[in-house]
């Protein structure tokens, strides 16, 4: 089994999650559906800095969600995101995510979960190919997609 630094080296975004008391179910751990907020926000900046998404012309539709709940976050938990695009199909691809709580050297992987999203015209309400412009960008930010 690898190790969370280890997991962590394939991933090159990283953002700390700004938790909200809203966030936290009455035992005091991050609610489980707000781990799908945490995916939706980190996902944004993500697709902002791999390949300067335009939203205005490229469309995109969420088909799923997968999440594994490894330990529960805390209000105060030093908690970070890592998001990569993990594979590219004709229209659809994947985004994973690792939740990581970053205390004193130590990071301990929290959560891990996925996404499958599909390009999508709204115009036409239809699934299109991902257009070759933002293919080269995600590949050219994630290396590993290149293999």
């Known amino acids: 089994m ?11 975004f990283r953002m700390k999650i700004a938790k909200r008391w809203s966030d936290l179910d009455e035992i005091g ?3 489980n559906a707000v781990y799908l907020t945490y995916f939706e926000e ?7 800095e791999s390949c300067q998404w335009d939203w205005k012309i490229d469309g995109v539709i969420l088909a799923s969600n997968q999440i594994d709940y ?40 929290m959560s891990r979960g996925s996404s499958t999203l599909v390009m999508y015209d709204y ?13 080269e ?5 994630e290396p590993h997609l290149n293999q």
């Not at 690898?2 to 090159?12: G, P, S, W």
């Not at 115009?123 to 293919?135: M, N």
């Open 123 to 135: 115009k036409t309400k239809a699934s299109v190919s991902i257009p070759d412009y933002l293919r």
């Open 42 to 48: 980190s996902r944004g900046y993500y697709f902002n």
């Open 29 to 31: 751990h991050v609610n």
């Open 70 to 109: 490894i330990r529960p976050i805390l209000y105060l938990d030093p908690a970070y995101i890592y998001v990569r695009a993990s594979k590219l199909g004709n229209k659809s691809f994947e985004v994973q995510y690792l939740i990581v709580n970053e205390y004193e050297g130590k990071k301990i992987l």
């Open 2 to 12: 690898e190790n969370t630094e280890d997991i962590l080296k394939q991933f090159r």
């Open 137 to 141: 960008r995600i590949k050219a930010y």
